[in-house]
Nanobody, 114 residues
């Protein structure tokens, strides 16, 4: 059974930082490109950052320079370091694994507010 479990979300003030983690089980993690998506209320889910099997990264324009995606294949974990957070970063953040099949986590809430 495949599971992607996100953690690390919470409430943070503007300008603060959070690090999200996603632990995968039931898949050969190193075979999967991984991504972080987010969905704000009333909006479509959007890609925030992705990382290939080899470690190449890609970011949406809105988070480039503030967020960093990384992976640790030995721990079956992908991370999203989020710095300089803004209220518009408020959303549910989802972990995604996509190869021949696609898997999603349940999401973790990130709220940026004073």
């Amino acid at each position: 059974q495949v599971q992607l479990v996100e953690s690390g979300g919470g409430l943070v003030q503007p300008g603060g930082s959070l690090r999200l983690s996603c632990v995968a089980s039931g898949i050969i993690f190193s075979n999967f490109p991984m991504g972080w998506y987010r969905q704000a209320p009333g909006k479509q889910r959007e890609l925030v950052a992705s990382i290939t099997r080899g470690g190449s990264t890609n970011y949406s324009y809105s988070v480039k320079g503030r967020f960093t995606i990384s992976r640790d294949n030995a721990k079956n974990t992908v991370y999203l370091q989020m710095n300089s957070l803004k209220p518009e970063d408020t959303a549910v953040y989802y972990c995604n694994a996509r190869a021949s099949w696609e898997y999603w986590g349940e999401g973790t809430q990130v709220t940026v507010a004073s």
